[in-house]
């Protein structure tokens, strides 16, 4: 998701977000990233290993694309070593042992900004695409004056 | 190596053998008085070496269902999966029409009379009965009735090649043009790839559904009977043995492959931590 010092920043001062603190965020955050807000929301609907979050991931209406198995195992890695995920070997009754994620508290609030920032972007998409709209129109209304003409 | 009795006695996939040789590298430097003993093999071949009374203390496979199928709960009690792995065609720089090759045509560049490629033995090795089923998806996926037929035709013989090693030491030597192999091992040995798409290269848990159309025969433990397996994704696996005479070394070998320290060594390997 974000670096580590940054993520760390950004986690301090989460309870006072503000939309300036949010709008510096925006650049750092490639499209490639979200894949971590997806398994964050995974995790905190429920632990599961990798095996089954890219299963999930997958079957999820939120998905950015393909989550590809290197791509789901990397993000989960750095987010164990973020402190955003934990997770234990759990010993299967009668089949095999499996790394189990689960969300911390840091991580849930990462899920929060996560969930503030796309928020933001949801806004300006829809600031976008009014502007745009607006465009068209503008558009059609400028070719019927010059057939009127 | 030290082949006593009282050596710690590790036996796995001859895909894993730079890892396995660095983590025990480092584990005994941890533990410089421990006489140890490596064996590569292919990996149902293992299974299979431990079922007829062969003793090792740990056990790391290829494919974790092998565990299931010939090892739990008589040999081997728990087991955990640590890497995913994918198949690639391997090839070399003189490989015929390796510079023509590509994603999109590998199908016909390989079919070529005079191009030579092979698996692994699919009774001994689980890159071999994976390539198969890489075959058998991409008849399905590219739409090309009888691939997997005339894929087997054409395939130089397999029966040489124990373990996936033996395939990617001929094809080093220009014995054959292309090989299928696990990912890890193009990147270990610095060979040149074709990645396959993930529909049909075993990598993906999202197809685990669509993988286990592949069915492929293989010798089962009973000799003479042959069992079928169905495609899933690639899981490597390692467990300790019940028998273990060093049952706390062999559990903080493993506890070693499966921490920090070893998803480090696995990575720089090629093999995805998992």
Known sequence: MLSKPICTLIIAEVYTMSEDLLSKLDPMISMERTIQAELLLLLGQKPSHGYELIQRLNDSDFKSGEADTATVYRNLRRMDKDGLIQSHWEIGEAGPGRRLYELTPLGKQSLDLWSQFLTLQKTKLQKFLQAYKQYEDSLAKGENEVNKS | ?274
């Not at chain 2, 396995?20 to 064996?39: A, F, G, I, V």
């Not at chain 2, 999966?81 to 999109?104: L, R």
């Not at chain 2, 390989?110 to 089923?133: E, I, K, T, W």
């Not at chain 2, 390692?238 to 070394?249: A, D, M, P, Y």
Request: charged share 20%; proline share 5%; with cysteine.
């Open chain 2, 1 to 274: 190596m030290n082949t006593s009795s009282n050596a710690l006695r590790l036996i796995h996939a001859g895909a894993l053998q730079r890892v396995m040789e660095t983590c025990l590298d480092l584990y005994t430097r941890m533990n410089p008085n421990l006489k140890s003993e490596l064996k590569g093999v292919g990996s149902r071949e293992g299974a299979k070496r431990l079922l007829s009374g062969e003793h090792y203390d740990v056990i790391a496979l290829a494919d974790q269902a092998l565990f299931a199928e010939l090892l739990v709960p008589d040999l081997v009690e728990n087991y955990f999966i640590f890497a995913a792995d994918q198949i690639v065609i391997g090839y070399t720089g003189f490989s015929k029409g390796s510079n023509e090759i590509t994603p999109d045509n590998w199908i016909d560049m390989l079919l070529q009379s005079q191009v030579r490629f092979s698996h692994s033995n699919h009774h001994l090795d689980p890159c071999g009965y994976r390539a198969l089923m890489v075959w058998q998806l991409a008849e399905k996926f590219y739409q090309r009735p009888d691939l997997s037929t005339e894929m087997e035709a054409a395939c130089f013989p397999y029966e040489t090649y124990p373990k996936s090693l033996n395939l990617a030491s001929d094809l080093l030597k220009g014995k054959v043009d292309y090989a299928f192999l696990y990912s890890s091992q193009a990147k270990q040995l610095e060979l040149p790839y074709i990645t396959l798409p993930s529909k049909i290269n075993l990598s993906n848990p999202a197809y685990a559904n669509y993988y286990d159309q592949a069915a492929v025969s293989v010798e089962s433990k009973i000799p003479g009977k042959n069992i079928i397996i169905h495609g899933k994704p690639i899981e490597f696996a390692i467990g300790k043995s019940r028998n273990s005479h060093l049952s706390e070394h062999a559990q903080s070998f493993i506890d070693l492959l499966t921490g920090p320290e070893g998803d480090s060594i696995l990575e720089e390997y090629g093999l995805i931590p998992c």
